[in-house]
């Protein structure tokens, strides 16, 4: 499962589309998403007044169990009328939180007011978390007036999927932890016993309805979209009594793409805050794409002198962590992965992608290349080697001015003739290779690694 964080207003109006699609459930939710480069909000406004169709019409086209007519998902970019009509809410939409906190939430803005403070911000730098990045997009929401505050969250956990909610909600939620109340629902299972979320709240009974109505129509939604993560911090209620979220956070398993890209609404999944790639890190990311497999790179001291290439997510984790836990984080040069069993020209690519890299700046020093991981299930070792070969093959002599030595450790199907195959390549390129089996502990070439270096 990878779990991806989508924005603000994506995730709003996948709940308005998806709570109406399902249970029939109207939720009062309006955004605009003012981006970087793209219309401003002045001109959202004339565009909306362009649009010549009637917008009570196309509120009632029917909504179909399996997806959206394009004019529907159209009359929800076009209409935006409301920006006129109502006082505004402004705010970064860019996957940081404590927006609140970090002052960076405007409310009950005019039309200019709400113009001019994005001018103001949009396309600037800003640190966050000790992260620094640039503000690209923002979200515009009408203002809601409102007494109450509620907090209410699902999240994707081994048992099931654990529901909290508490009349505690706001930028404060941290200090007022112990009033929410939680339950599990094992997986599997709907939704029943929501009582449980109610115990020791006082909430007036009509309100109460509205609410249990709201979050069982939201947990409906949740296993339909398969969302592994949905809060919404603080939800509250109009003037009509209706249920309204007013910040609000959502990641999707982007492994469902391919039965959910309708109900998605082609949303976007972007990068988290700050992050900033490298030519081959957007290289080995595209591999992963398109492929049944996973392969991933992240460069981390690009001039350092231990380089890892681990088959598998917990196995690279853990290689990682060693490398730290014996002093020589410094040292870690990227984080890379291979699971999957990925296909031989895939593997040859990703890892002529990290040879590159190693040997990019040779300074006389020792470096080392970690090939570990642990015993594979159904993954033919000689096979996945077959690329990795290749590719040191046509990076012989670079590997040789890098001074670099190769450590393998790997079990599974056909390990021996794969660790054969690599200690024979060590006499034929003049490289030094030293292969382990399963036999050995998985994380034994790290120290090693460390020793070669140090020598």
Known sequence: MARKKIREYDAKRLLAWNLKRLQGIRVPIQVAQVTYGGPSLSQLVESSSDNNESK????ELPVHQNGFGDNQIEWWDKDKSWLLENKLVVKPDM???KRGKSNLVKLNLSL?????????????????GGITGRITHFIVEPFVEHDAEFYFSIQSCREGNLVSFGCCGGIDIEENW??????????????????????????????????????????????????????????TLNDNNQVIPLDMRCELDTYAMFKNQKKWLDIEFPESWGAQFTEEERFVRS??????????????????????????????????????????????????????????????????????????????????????GGVANFTDIAATFAGIIQALKDFHGKLQLAKMKVF???????????????????????????????????????????EWIKS
């Open 95 to 97: 996957l940081f939180g």
């Open 56 to 59: 009570e019409e196309l509120v």
């Open 408 to 450: 393998v450790r790997r079990g599974g199907p056909n390990y021996e003739t794969g660790l054969r195959l690599m200690e024979e390549l060590g006499e034929e390129l003049e490289i030094p290779i030293e292969v382990y089996g399963p036999d050995s502990n998985m994380t034994c070439i790290v120290k090693e690694a460390i």
């Open 287 to 372: 591999l992963d794409e398109k492929s049944g497999a996973s392969l991933k790179l992240s460069l981390i001291h690009p001039k350092g002198h231990i380089w890892t290439m681990v088959a598998g997510g917990g196995a690279s984790v853990i290689y990682a962590d060693t490398v730290v836990d014996l002093g020589m984080g410094d040292e870690l040069a990227n984080y890379a992965e291979y699971s999957g069993n990925p296909k031989e020209e895939e593997t040859y690519l990703f890892a002529r992608t990290i040879l590159d890299l190693a040997t990019r700046y040779p300074d006389g020093k020792k470096r080392a290349l970690l090939v570990g």
């Open 112 to 128: 200019d007011e709400a113009s001019k403070t994005i001018e103001s911000l949009l396309g600037t730098s800003l640190e966050v």
């Open 178 to 235: 112990n009033k929410v109340k939680q339950m599990v629902v094992p997986a599997g299972e709907a939704l029943t016993d929501i009582d449980t979320l109610f115990i020791e709240q006082d909430i007036d009974a009509r309100v109460r309805e509205r609410l249990e109505e709201f979050i069982r129509g939201c947990y409906m939604v949740f296993e339909d979209l398969d969302m592994t993560f949905l809060e919404m911090n603080p939800l």
